[in-house]
């Protein structure tokens, strides 16, 4: 009988037999006593020690510690202590273990426990040998030995740091959403927290102060915030902060605390956000019919360093598109970074019949990265010319008691302008009406036109006696602007007459590609920019590279300075503008970022943004704007290339591959509907127009990698 089978037995075993002699027989009866024997020894199967908080209690528990033995109850299998723990005590059923031993039963019936005395201590451990009360030795990892393990104790240190703020930017990206309100998410671009002990999506925003113009809502749930919000909120783009769209505010703020789920602070900081309101700087204006060139003045308000964007849409009501007026092609306008005025112009017919006056409407929608303001819609009235007389109808505009006032366009007679002539010129400049209302008007357009505020500002070519009018002007909240078109040479002569006391400055742009015009602009400033009595030059604004090329005449040294994108220096014929060493070679520099046009390695768009990544050590290329656009399109060789622009993440959200926000978009057909499957990614082709293509497979084509400066 197998041994195993007989010490379950649950009788005794015996034998009966019979003596016989022949004559006599008895019974008897032969007992098989057995007594087990205990041959195996035990096995540490166990040992993966003990992890917790400085100061805490934790349990021996049987998935941490055990003994197994075959032949050998748990009440019987012991672990003998060698040596005690050195920064905490071990416990037995509640009280300090003073045996130095505990069972197995112990430990599977919880009642061992290990209390951490405090301190700095970041490890501790006690060693035993293990016996089932018979053989000597133990095996432990595979071998036997009698040797003492020791068990491992990990004390981790309680959580005394604070996180910090890691990204702290004020959001200006304002999105219309679909219930037409406007909205600026927060995400982790622009509001970013750590923390060595906390795992960065649960740290905790605490919201002190909330904003005031505008709430918080969460995009996931639709429930407003009020107290709290997490980092993993930040990071998955579920913080969205809407508007007030009855306050005419430009800025709001927040104030918040970070903390760990400890409880750990750190200071209070404040959050502040920025947009821009766009509308039109006034709703009525009153044209004579033979004016030729309306130009209608839209202002932004507000921050205004981002770009923007906004639609124009036009209302006929009585006067006839074509007939009556004709429009831009573009229908939309584009503010670019710190510009706070944009003009649109409109072309008046006219037609030398009488005619009742005719009325329409431009309307200002669809904004991008702005809000629109109250004055979305501006009226037009086109007064009949009645025998070559304009009589405008004050029913029109009643509160407005003057031409100037009213906006009203007048002709003057022919022959008040000429076509610029080559030269030396200088700038001449007549005390400003008090009105701070702007006058505009495209000179190099309209023959025989001028306004009051043109007929102060003149370029005077010098010997002639000719007078050069700007071909537009306008006021972008602190300057009017000048602009004149045509061929100019230099020295910069001003008019000496006491009157003038008005400075200028002169920006000569780049020539672009088989164009041999060059484009100056000369801005008006203020006597507070360049005091006479200092001996020193005096620029209006630092040099940078945004404004390298610029020139500025100094009058009291009687000296032309130019930036060089790093500090203004003397100008001369010989002067070269030196290029900012930003980019590496074959990189070519646009709009702050340097781009490199990769043709050699064709590839799919995930290869390309993967190439870009690690050889090129930037990303996909982002376009900002249409001009970017156009330029891209010529560097390229007019040939097809993969941008940045993909919907990977989530289908039907764009995004750039660099994190930009999506100010600027040149879809084919507008912006895809229906996706197909794989199409998430954007092929710049047939004159720069996008259209969507397949991430992973298909034809491969050239890319434009770029990186910041």
């Given at each position: 009988?197998?041994?195993?089978?007989?010490?379950?037995?649950?009788?005794?075993?015996?034998?009966?037999?019979?003596?016989?002699?022949?004559?006599?027989?008895?019974?008897?009866?032969?007992?098989?006593?057995?007594?087990?024997?205990?041959?195996?020894?035990?096995?540490?199967?166990?040992?993966?020690?003990?992890?917790?908080?400085?100061?805490?209690?934790?349990?021996?528990?049987?998935?941490?510690?055990?003994?197994?033995?075959p032949d050998t109850p748990a009440e019987n299998l012991t672990f003998v202590l060698a040596r005690l723990p050195q920064h905490g005590q071990l416990y037995l059923r509640g009280t300090v273990l003073l045996q130095h031993n505990f069972t197995q039963q112990d430990v599977d019936s919880r009642d061992v426990a290990y209390r951490h005395l405090g301190g700095d201590s970041q490890a501790d451990c006690f060693t035993f040998v293990a016996t089932d009360r018979t053989n000597q030795g133990f095996v432990v990892e595979g071998r036997v030995g009698q040797e003492p393990v020791s068990f491992a104790i990990q004390v981790d240190q309680l959580d005394k740091t604070a996180p910090y703020i890691t990204h702290l930017h004020s959001p200006s990206q304002v999105g219309l959403l679909k219930n037409g309100c406007y909205g600026i998410y927060l995400t982790s671009h622009v509001l970013k927290a750590s923390d060595p002990d906390t795992d960065d999506d649960?740290?905790?925003?605490?919201?002190?102060?909330?904003?005031?113009?505008?709430?918080?809502?969460?995009?996931?749930?639709?429930?407003?915030?009020?107290?709290?919000?997490?980092?993993?909120?930040?990071?998955?783009?579920?913080?969205?902060?809407?508007?007030?769209?009855?306050?005419?505010?430009?800025?709001?703020?927040?104030?918040?605390?970070?903390?760990?789920?400890?409880?750990?602070?750190?200071?209070?900081?404040?959050?502040?956000?920025?947009?821009?309101?766009?509308?039109?700087?006034?709703?009525?204006?009153?044209?004579?019919?033979?004016?030729?060139?309306?130009?209608?003045?839209?202002?932004?308000?507000?921050?205004?360093?981002?770009?923007?964007?906004?639609?124009?849409?036009?209302?006929?009501?009585?006067?006839?598109?074509?007939?009556?007026?004709?429009?831009?092609?573009?229908?939309?306008?584009?503010?670019?970074?710190?510009?706070?005025?944009?003009?649109?112009?409109?072309?008046?017919?006219?037609?030398?019949?009488e005619e009742d006056d005719e009325a329409f409407e431009v309307i200002l929608n669809s904004p991008v990265n702005a809000v629109l303001g109250t004055k979305t819609k501006a009226a037009v009235k086109i007064l009949d010319s009645k025998g070559g007389q304009c009589q405008p109808s004050y029913s029109f505009s009643p509160n407005k008691h003057s031409a100037r006032e009213k906006n009203i366009w007048h002709p003057l007679s022919p022959g008040s302008s000429s076509p610029t002539t080559s030269g030396s010129f200088h700038l001449e400049r007549r005390p400003l009406p008090t009105s701070k209302r702007p006058a505009v008007t495209r000179g190099d357009i309209q023959q025989g036109f001028q306004s009051p505020d043109l007929s102060r500002m003149k370029l005077?070519?010098?010997?002639?006696?000719?007078?050069?009018?700007?071909?537009?002007?306008?006021?972008?909240?602190?300057?009017?602007?000048?602009?004149?078109?045509?061929?100019?040479?230099?020295?910069?002569?001003?008019?000496?007459?006491?009157?003038?006391?008005?400075?200028?400055?002169?920006?000569?742009?780049?020539?672009?590609?088989?164009?041999?015009k060059l484009a100056d602009k000369v801005e008006s400033t203020t006597d507070s920019h360049f005091p006479r009595q200092d001996p020193l030059p005096s620029f209006p604004k630092n040099c940078t590279l945004e404004l390298r090329g610029l020139l500025h005449f100094q009058e009291n040294l009687q000296e032309l300075y130019e930036c060089d994108g790093i500090a203004w220096k003397a100008w001369s014929p010989r002067t070269k503008v030196v290029e900012g060493k930003s980019c590496p070679a074959g990189w070519y520099r646009h709009s702050g970022y340097c781009h490199c046009l990769v043709t050699e390695r064709k590839g799919t768009w995930n290869s390309a943004a993967r190439a870009c990544k690690e050889h090129h050590l930037g990303s996909l290329v982002t376009v900002l704007s249409r001009q970017h656009m156009r330029w891209l399109w010529d560097i390229s060789g007019r040939k097809p290339f993969w941008i940045g622009l993909n919907d990977q993440v989530r289908a039907g959200h764009w995004e750039w591959i660099g994190g930009e926000a999506v100010t600027f978009t040149n879809w084919r057909k507008g912006p895809p509907q229906r996706m197909k499957p794989g199409k998430n990614c954007v092929l710049a082709q047939r004159q720069g127009k996008w259209q969507t293509q397949d991430c992973r497979k298909g034809k491969p084509h050239n890319y434009v990698c770029s990186r910041k400066i």
């Open positions: 009988i197998p041994q195993d089978s007989m010490l379950k037995a649950a009788l005794p075993l015996f034998a009966r037999f019979i003596i016989s002699n022949g004559l006599q027989t008895k019974h008897e009866v032969f007992e098989i006593i057995l007594e087990p024997v205990d041959r195996a020894l035990p096995v540490v199967t166990r040992n993966r020690g003990l992890r917790l908080a400085q100061g805490a209690t934790g349990l021996l528990s049987p998935d941490l510690l055990q003994l197994t033995d649960l740290i905790i925003f605490k919201i002190l102060r909330g904003p005031q113009h505008g709430h918080l809502e969460n995009t996931t749930t639709g429930e407003f915030i009020h107290e709290k919000f997490i980092q993993k909120d930040l990071n998955s783009k579920t913080i969205l902060y809407i508007i007030s769209p009855s306050l005419e505010v430009h800025s709001d703020i927040m104030e918040f605390q970070i903390m760990d789920p400890t409880g750990n602070s750190a200071a209070p900081q404040i959050l502040e956000l920025k947009w821009s309101h766009i509308e039109w700087s006034q709703t009525e204006y009153e044209v004579c019919e033979n004016v030729g060139m309306l130009s209608l003045e839209i202002t932004r308000r507000g921050y205004s360093m981002d770009s923007a964007f906004v639609s124009v849409k036009v209302n006929q009501v009585s006067a006839t598109v074509g007939k009556d007026f004709t429009l831009t092609p573009s229908k939309l306008i584009q503010f670019d970074p710190g510009m706070s005025t944009k003009m649109w112009n409109i072309a008046i017919t006219y037609d030398g019949l005077r070519t010098r010997g002639n006696g000719k007078t050069v009018l700007p071909s537009s002007v306008y006021r972008n909240g602190t300057d009017i602007i000048y602009n004149y078109h045509g061929m100019v040479s230099l020295p910069l002569e001003e008019d000496g007459s006491p009157s003038h006391k008005s400075k200028a400055k002169v920006s000569i742009m780049s020539q672009t590609q088989k164009t041999s």
